[in-house]
């Protein structure tokens, strides 16, 4: 069977569970506006070729990539369909349907109404078309391929967890030698994380628990998990519901199907840190460990690798030189920009997906220092009211975190760290 021409993914997907003839693929609700889709991964010990790729080979037959007698490719069948469906307009992935942690996983998808759709166009999703002029699939990149492929092998390797490597406050050790009494990482592991859509906040959310937080769009995660609320604090997105344009609400959506498993964030009293587990890309800019100044190129976040995008000493270094008069005040907050670049602070407003996260102690230091350097310029009376303790505590803190060499690595850092799903 071969793709002739016109022939579109959703007619061609209708016809297949229409069949009936693959295990696993069926209509979700009576109405058949969605419908759910096998999606075991390889590594599995009962995973069935046969059975648990046979859609994803025959949408390889259908578009003329696979003959019988060609070498078996399921991860490469699989990700050329999941390309398929996540590019085009008539599907959107239903991420708090599915059911990724059962025996038998399966993902869900809407059928786009074709009036919503029309409200989309012009958005930055493109859509190939036919001779015709109607839209199509459009297929996957060799780059696209080879990423989705390489994700779709790590998540078939079962040798570690999602979380950090140590499940304590110690997995961090940056200093050899304990840090000195007063200094407690409970000072620390309190952030403030905020969520911007295309520029608007939308919501603010203050993570308290010691082990740090997961960020992820609401989905159901399976009984036990090891990243539950049990091990770490649940932070979600915002729902994209809550945007007001139709077309930055369709996209949105569409990226928040591309974060299902999310990010982990945790600090304490060296920095934050964050280990990215979801499959889109995410640049971030913040104060860094080998960086003198703030404002210097963001960086990309690798998948599965330990990242330290926050450092607590830089700060309270360039804390005291602005509290002399010396440098500009140090931004004690980090950004991320999910699925998009980010060339620079300035370009934030426009992006669609902006989270923001910073230390509620780097912040209270901050308002602390401001109110000095205010009482120092104004030389009004009132001001000598400024907190005393805060103020101690602040240097105190200083104190202690420049008293340190800072290394250039971590030896427990565990980069490319296997995951499971």
Same mark, same amino acid.
């Given at each position: 069977?071969?793709?002739?021409?016109?022939?579109?993914?959703?007619?061609?997907?209708?016809?297949?569970?229409?069949?009936?003839?693959?295990?696993?693929?069926?209509?979700?609700?009576?109405?058949?506006?969605?419908?759910?889709?096998?999606?075991?991964?390889?590594?599995?010990?009962?995973?069935?070729?046969?059975?648990?790729?046979?859609?994803?080979?025959?949408?390889?037959?259908?578009?003329?990539?696979?003959?019988?007698?060609?070498?078996?490719?399921?991860?490469?069948?699989?990700?050329?369909?999941?390309?398929?469906?996540?590019?085009?307009?008539?599907?959107?992935?239903?991420?708090?349907?599915?059911?990724?942690?059962?025996?038998?996983?399966?993902?869900?998808?809407?059928?786009?109404?074709?009036?919503?759709?029309?409200?989309?166009?012009?958005?930055?999703?493109?859509? &190939?078309?036919? @001779? *015709?002029?109607?839209?199509?699939?459009?297929?996957?990149? !060799? #780059? $696209?391929?080879? =990423?989705?492929?390489?994700?779709?092998?790590?998540?078939?390797?079962?040798?570690?967890?999602?979380?950090?490597?140590?499940?304590?406050?110690?997995?961090?050790?940056?200093?050899?030698?304990?840090?000195?009494?007063?200094?407690?990482?409970?000072?620390?592991?309190?952030?403030?994380?905020?969520?911007?859509?295309?520029?608007?906040?939308?919501?603010?959310?203050?993570?308290?628990?010691?082990?740090?937080?997961?960020?992820?769009?609401?989905?159901?995660?399976?009984?036990? &998990?090891?990243? @539950? *609320?049990?091990?770490?604090?649940?932070?979600?997105?915002? !729902? #994209? $519901?809550?945007? =007001?344009?139709?077309?930055?609400?369709?996209?949105?959506?569409?990226?928040?199907?591309?974060?299902?498993?999310?990010?982990?964030?945790?600090?304490?009293?060296?920095?934050?840190?964050?280990?990215?587990?979801?499959?889109?890309?995410?640049?971030?800019?913040?104060?860094?460990?080998?960086?003198?100044?703030?404002?210097?190129?963001?960086?990309?976040?690798?998948?599965?690798?330990?990242?330290?995008?926050?450092?607590?000493?830089?700060?309270?270094?360039?804390?005291?030189?602005?509290?002399?008069?010396?440098?500009?005040?140090?931004?004690?907050?980090?950004?991320?920009?999910?699925?998009? =670049?980010?060339?620079?602070?300035?370009?934030?407003?426009?992006?669609?997906?902006?989270?923001?996260?910073?230390?509620?102690?780097?912040?209270?230091?901050?308002?602390?220092?401001?109110?000095?350097?205010?009482?120092?310029?104004?030389?009004?009376?009132?001001?000598?009211?400024?907190?005393?303790?805060?103020?101690?505590?602040?240097?105190?803190?200083?104190?202690?975190?420049?008293?340190?060499?800072?290394?250039?690595?971590?030896?427990?850092?565990?980069?490319?760290?296997?995951?499971?799903?």
């Amino acid at each position: 069977m071969s793709n002739s021409g016109g022939r579109r993914l959703k007619q061609w997907l209708m016809e297949q569970i229409q069949s009936a003839q693959y295990s696993g693929l069926q209509w979700e609700d009576e109405s058949r506006t969605m419908f759910r889709i096998p999606w075991k991964h390889a590594g599995k010990q009962d995973y069935n070729q046969e059975v648990d790729a046979s859609i994803f080979k025959a949408w390889a037959v259908f578009k003329g990539k696979f003959k019988e007698g060609d070498k078996a490719e399921p991860a490469t069948w699989k990700t050329r369909l999941r390309c398929a469906l996540n590019k085009s307009p008539d599907f959107e992935e239903v991420t708090d349907r599915s059911q990724l942690d059962i025996s038998d996983p399966y993902k869900v998808y809407r059928i786009v109404p074709e009036e919503e759709q029309k409200h989309c166009k012009g958005s930055m999703m493109p859509m &190939a078309t036919t @001779s *015709s002029g109607d839209p199509t699939e459009m297929d996957c990149s !060799p #780059a $696209e391929i080879e =990423e989705l492929i390489k994700e779709e092998e790590s998540c078939s390797i079962q040798a570690s967890p999602e979380y950090w490597p140590q499940a304590n406050i110690n997995a961090f050790p940056l200093h050899q030698e304990p840090m000195p009494s007063g200094t407690s990482n409970s000072v620390f592991s309190q952030l403030m994380i905020s969520f911007f859509y295309g520029g608007k906040l939308m919501h603010n959310t203050l993570v308290t628990h010691p082990e740090g937080c997961r960020i992820s769009p609401q989905q159901h995660l399976g009984r036990g &998990a090891l990243y @539950s *609320s049990d091990s770490m604090q649940s932070v979600h997105f915002p !729902p #994209a $519901e809550l945007i =007001e344009y139709d077309r930055q609400r369709y996209v949105t959506r569409k990226l928040l199907g591309h974060l299902e498993r999310g990010v982990l964030v945790r600090a304490n009293q060296e920095g934050i840190f964050i280990k990215r587990l979801c499959q889109s890309r995410i640049f971030w800019s913040g104060l860094r460990e080998a960086s003198s100044q703030y404002n210097s190129m963001p960086g990309k976040l690798e998948r599965d690798a330990v990242v330290k995008i926050f450092d607590t000493g830089r700060f309270y270094q360039a804390l005291q030189l602005y509290q002399e008069g010396q440098i500009p005040a140090p931004d004690p907050t980090v950004t991320l920009c999910f699925g998009e =670049e980010l060339s620079d602070l300035n370009s934030s407003k426009s992006k669609l997906i902006i989270v923001q996260i910073s230390i509620v102690n780097c912040q209270h230091m901050l308002e602390t220092v401001n109110m000095r350097r205010s009482q120092q310029y104004s030389n009004n009376p009132t001001m000598e009211m400024c907190d005393d303790v805060a103020t101690e505590q602040m240097a105190r803190i200083y104190q202690d975190l420049c008293s340190y060499s800072v290394p250039q690595r971590s030896p427990c850092y565990r980069d490319n760290m296997p995951i499971t799903v």
